[in-house]
């Protein structure tokens, strides 16, 4: 189960795509784990799921196969190639960071992932505009920065507290009185 998911992790660069035909290779062709249909069902269901493809379908499969104790193999051997990589290559850059081109390089980065996180940000404005309205969204985009950034409220509590109040019956939605 550690070799199977291992190279997975090792060998799936790129994420989920890259990902999907090696977990295939491994859970079905080599050891047989399952057939293709119930692939294809562990693969819909892992795709509808929040994560990534490759740690939800290697707990799923660990699980069925051996158990709790299968899934935490699976996923640890799922994500240790990516972990030790990081920390290799955060090592090398700590080892170097002295060095003016490190220097320049690491500072270059970070305008690039602000505009990544811009777009990204901009997208999501965009959804919940379509989603919710663009009054009852805009509402909620600043009454999260100003209870986050103006009063420091943990963004898990305020997630917390906008899952409870969309569960909370305020009556009958969309039905007339």
């Not at 057939?35 to 499969?61: C, S, V």
């Not at 158990?67 to 955060?90: D, K, R, S």
């Not at 997208?123 to 103006?150: A, H, N, P, Q, Y």
């Not at 109040?165 to 009958?172: A, I």
Request: proline letters at 5%.
């Amino acid at each position: 189960m550690f070799a199977a998911f291992f190279r997975i992790g090792i060998l799936g660069f790129g994420g989920g795509p890259s990902a999907i035909p090696l977990v295939h290779q491994e859970a079905v062709k080599k050891y047989e784990w399952m057939n293709d249909e119930e692939f294809a069902d562990t693969l819909a269901i892992a795709n509808a799921m929040p994560g990534p493809i490759a740690t939800k379908m290697g707990g799923y499969i660990g699980y069925r196969v051996a158990g709790i104790v299968g899934c935490l193999v699976a996923l640890f051997a799922t994500v240790a190639p990516t972990a030790l990589a990081m920390i290799f290559l955060l090592q090398l850059l700590q080892q170097f960071k002295d060095i003016p081109w490190v220097q320049h390089m690491s500072a270059s980065v970070v305008p690039v992932v602000a505009v990544m996180l811009a777009t990204m940000t901009w997208d999501f404005v965009k959804k919940s505009g379509k989603t919710l309205g663009w009054i009852k969204g805009l509402l909620i985009i600043f009454g999260s920065l100003l209870l986050m950034e103006g009063l420091n409220v943990h963004p898990a509590i305020l997630i917390l507290v906008l899952i409870i109040f969309v569960f909370l019956p305020f009556g009958k939605r969309g039905a007339k009185d």
